[in-house]
């Protein structure tokens, strides 16, 4: 117990700190790679926690919401790395729905939280979230848009996982006479 209420307190740090740098807006997405396992100190893959995913879904899930970020949870390599997330931003952003429903060895366990825990949930294969959080090494890259900027927190790890987080911004275009709005651009 005294574990997952760490695990939470870490979590709800890391997310508040990250959301006040990301500069997102209602309907962007941010994509989340969790291994429950690296979170209680297990190697990613070896000790899927249902309980520790639950507990960064119930940290994370409402802080998103409230403020109309679409959640997007990241599959393992069983299932190729597809991601689940509510049809309605599916749609929004036309990406491709496939059939598979995650379970714990296979897309893991948060994976399979978010899942049991949205009101419509699909898998596609890509996306490309404007913010993200990699919870234990889960390689959340290939699920960004194309110009990552690594954020650092005051935190590195939550329970006992590594984390990586970023945020994205447009590419800069142009040659030497292009002017660019501040780096805060989204």
């Known amino acids: 117990m005294e574990q997952m209420n760490h695990i939470r307190e870490q979590a709800a740090t890391v997310m508040q700190e990250l959301l006040d740098v990301a500069n997102l807006r209602p ?77 714990p060895h296979a897309g893991g366990s948060f994976a399979t939280t978010v899942y049991d825990h949205m009101h419509d949930p699909v898998a596609v294969e890509h996306v490309r979230a404007h913010a993200g959080l990699d919870i234990g090494g889960t390689l959340i890259g290939m699920h960004l848009r194309d110009v990552a900027v690594p954020v650092r927190l005051s935190l590195s790890r939550i329970g006992e996982a590594n984390i990586l987080c970023a945020r994205t911004r447009p590419k800069f275009i142009g040659g030497i006479r292009a002017r660019y709005p501040d780096e805060t651009i989204r």
Do not use: W
């Open 27 to 103: 309907g962007d997405l941010f994509v989340i790679g969790c291994s429950s396992s690296e979170m209680v100190g297990e190697r990613i893959g070896k000790g899927s926690s249902m309980e520790a995913a639950v507990a960064v879904y119930e940290t994370i899930a409402p802080m998103l919401a409230e403020r109309g970020i679409g959640l997007v949870a990241q599959c393992c390599e069983h299932l190729n790395r597809a991601l689940i997330l509510e049809r309605e931003f599916a749609e929004k952003y036309g990406y491709e729905i496939v059939c598979v429903r995650p379970q």
